[in-house]
């Protein structure tokens, strides 16, 4: 298996513990190779998919023809390359109509895009990465193009950190666990995303990342929490570092960031 951004995970059975008895590793293996198509992908040979997924392309042709058969891949040709079927659409469709708070933040973003000439969004956590379900950019044309379905890396990113910095810590060790079956260095650089989310979320209220996600990159974040069953939501507000400098994003932006995610926090969603 792999985590979404490609990196080869170790099959889930390996040490499992008593609590995992009921892990079934063939659906596991299946939801990957669902969740290893990225945003921007149109379709993926079988061999870009066992090396995404870390499987033997013998197994993902298994798998993959059993995802034909329930309508969750498609063939582009047959033989030929694989996207995803139309049957991801109500998978991807119910968990988004739970989120009525985009259509509610999304007048509020758009707002602060076009004041601050920035691109909002936002985002929950997948694995480890964010994942943009709503996306705000200014009318400027220097604005970040990321769309919603594009994912941004936990450890080194704004929105990674304020995620980090908000989650209880069993949230937290379930992170790190996941690092860790991937290498220590992976694992180290969550545990500094957090210290680093930790520190400035008591120092502004909100984290930041200042050329640390991409070098021209700087932007700041927030979490909150609404009530209900939608789970923790963090929201960035970012772009190019040379017309969004650290001081302008913390004196001018953080305050307006700060109050829609007070107001975002106070609104009832199910």
């Known amino acids: 298996m792999t985590a979404s951004d490609g990196h080869a995970l170790p099959a889930p059975d390996e040490g499992k513990s008593a609590e995992d008895r009921y892990f079934i590793t063939a659906l596991a293996r299946g939801l990957d190779v669902l969740a290893c198509f990225r945003s921007g992908d149109t379709s993926l040979s079988n061999q870009q998919i066992s090396e995404r997924c870390g499987l033997p392309k013998s197994t993902v042709t298994r798998i ?30 119910s968990m988004l109509a ?15 895009a076009d004041q601050a000439g920035a691109t909002l969004a936002l985002g929950v956590r997948d694995r480890l990465s964010i994942i943009y379900t709503e996306v705000a950019r200014s009318t400027a044309t220097l ?76 932007g700041i974040a927030v979490a909150f929490r609404t009530a209900g069953t939608i789970p923790t939501m963090v929201m960035n507000c970012g772009g190019p570092s040379f017309s969004l400098t650290k001081e302008y994003l913390l004196m001018e932006v953080r305050p307006k960031l700060l109050a829609m995610a007070r107001k975002l926090e106070s609104s009832s969603f199910s």
């Open 64 to 93: 993959a023809y059993t995802l034909l058969k329930r309508g969750y891949l498609t063939q582009v040709e047959p033989g030929g390359r694989y996207a995803l079927g139309t049957a991801t659409l109500a998978l991807g469709s």
């Open 98 to 112: 739970r989120m009525d708070i985009r259509q509610y933040a999304r007048p509020l973003m758009q707002e602060l």
């Open 143 to 218: 604005a970040l193009t990321l769309q919603v379905g594009s994912r941004i890396p936990l450890a080194t990113s704004a929105i990674g950190r304020a995620y980090l910095a908000s989650a209880s810590e069993q949230e937290r060790n379930a992170v790190l666990k996941m690092a860790h079956e991937l290498d220590d260095s992976a694992a180290d650089a969550i545990r500094q995303g957090i210290a680093r989310g930790v520190e400035d979320f008591m120092q502004y209220g909100c984290t930041t990342s200042f050329g640390e996600w991409q070098k021209d990159v700087n």
